[in-house]
């Protein structure tokens, strides 16, 4: 009996130590500062804000649609491609599409 717990508890301690050693990885992904960026999401995989009539994440009509946004790590919005977007990057306000 003495042997199935030992196992039991080093099982115990091993799973413990693993979920700890998880934690610091995801506070650090947390801390990375983000930015809401304009004309980036595919349609449907926007993060908030759709226009007029829409209620927000996924309500995106079409791909880099100007007034949807996405959020992406602060400094990398207007380096993100966009194929509606009057300079062809990111923006950080909504835009009216170009069309072409």
């Given amino acids: 009996m003495n042997k199935t717990l030992s196992k039991a ?9 693993l979920s700890v050693s998880a934690v610091p990885g995801t506070a650090q992904a947390a801390e990375v500062e983000q930015e809401k960026c304009y004309g980036v999401a595919l349609k449907g ?13 996924g309500t995106s ?25 009057p300079t062809g990057y990111g923006q950080l ?7 072409g």
Wanted: charged share 20%; with cysteine; glycine share 10%.
């Fill in 9 to 17: 508890s080093l099982a115990l301690a091993l799973g413990a130590a």
């Fill in 45 to 57: 995989q926007n993060d908030c804000k759709a226009g007029p009539g829409t209620s927000c994440a």
């Fill in 61 to 85: 009509k079409i791909d880099y649609q100007g007034n949807a946004w996405s959020l992406v790590p602060k400094g990398t919005c207007e380096q993100v491609e966009s194929k509606t977007s």
């Fill in 93 to 99: 306000q909504a835009f009216t599409e170009k069309r």
